[in-house]
């Protein structure tokens, strides 16, 4: 079984960490359940283990918090569904690659619900929108803005941490650092993207998608 649990407010990035830490543990020697963890942190930035010194571009305008987990840095605040992931990749299939895919296309289903259509794209970590209405990029493409950041930690094939999706964050928050060291694009929410969608209504999104992606 997948416990859920969802928790309003704003919580503790180091009391989140240490809540994954111990049920992760739990997990492993088998006296917890796989759990997923809706929240919201208060405005912050993480390092993962890519991240570079430059990207941080204002280190003093909000804490930032060493993640351990992979990627670069990102930025979590009111407003942006977090959603930590502590699963048994190693009864999925003991396959890393597949199991951030899995993510990505949870994300995707999640956001479809919505009429969005949420993209990959190689070398690009996260799930991407194309923004018709902006101006093209310079080869003539189509502008993309990031709409969900994936980094995720294993510990004895048991996953920590997981993803985020921009649901009414603030986002000039994100000035403050290079998210995931992706320079020429930019962020963008599913409210800034013209629709009032409320955190409730992704957490059903989510739930209800979750078992397209995911054996119980």
Not at 86 to 100: A, E, I, S, Y
Not at 140 to 146: L, P, T, V, W, Y
């Amino acid at each position: 079984m997948v416990e859920w649990i969802t928790t309003d407010g704003l919580t503790d990035y180091q009391e989140a960490l240490s809540f994954m830490e111990t049920r992760v543990a739990g997990i492993i020697e088998g006296t917890a359940d796989e759990c997923i963890w809706l929240l919201e942190h208060p405005p912050l930035y993480t390092s993962g283990t890519s991240a570079k010194p430059d990207d941080l571009v204002d280190p003093d305008r909000f804490p930032v918090h060493e993640a351990r987990r992979g990627g670069e840095y990102t930025y979590h605040g009111p407003g942006q569904r977090v959603v930590y992931v502590m699963l048994d990749v190693g009864k999925r299939g003991h396959d890393v690659r597949r199991f951030v895919k899995d993510l990505e296309a949870w994300v995707i289903a999640t956001l479809e619900t919505f009429n969005i259509k949420g993209e990959i794209r190689e070398g690009r970590v996260g799930v991407w929108v194309e923004r018709p209405e902006k101006p093209r990029n310079a080869d003539g493409s189509c502008a993309e803005d990031k709409i969900a950041a994936l980094g995720i930690r294993l510990r004895k094939w048991v996953s920590l941490h997981g993803m985020s999706i921009n649901v009414e964050p603030d986002l000039s928050h994100f000035e403050g650092i290079v998210p995931c060291g992706i320079r020429d694009h930019g962020v963008t929410s599913l409210v800034d993207l013209g629709l009032p969608v409320t955190m409730d209504d992704v957490d059903v999104a989510l739930r209800q998608t979750f078992n397209s992606q995911f054996r119980q």
